[in-house]
């Protein structure tokens, strides 16, 4: 059974960073693309950030060049480093697979920027 842990929220100041984790199970973990997903107050969720098996990265427009996935294979770990935050980036981030299983979606992590 798959799943997924987010950790690494917190409250920043605008301007700040944050770097969020997210533990995966599976041992076909290497062979899976995987994505960030936020959930802002009132909102739909959104896809974040993706990374394919073999590394290629791809972003929503709105975070392009300040945030950034990465993985460890060997850790079974997803990382979404987020840099320059703005208040509109509050929200509830999630990681999943790409494309998303509904059955996979955790607690995610909470991230709240303020001015």
């Known amino acids: 059974q798959v799943q997924l842990v987010e950790s690494g929220g917190g409250l920043v100041q605008a301007g700040g960073s944050l770097r969020l984790s997210c533990a995966a199970s599976?041992?076909?973990?290497?062979?899976?693309?995987m994505g960030w997903y936020r959930r802002a107050p009132g909102k739909q969720r959104e896809s974040v950030a993706v990374?394919?098996?073999?590394?290629?990265?791809n972003y929503a427009d709105s975070v392009k060049g300040r945030f950034t996935i990465s993985r460890d294979n060997a850790k079974n770990t997803v990382y979404l480093q987020m840099n320059s935050l703005k208040a509109e980036d509050t929200a509830v981030y999630y990681c999943?697979?790409?494309?998303?299983?509904?059955?996979?979606w955790g607690q995610g992590t909470q991230v709240t920027v303020f001015s």
């Open positions: 599976g041992s076909i973990f290497r062979f899976r693309s």
């Open positions: 990374i394919t098996n073999d590394g290629s990265t």
């Open positions: 999943n697979d790409v494309p998303a299983y509904d059955a996979y």
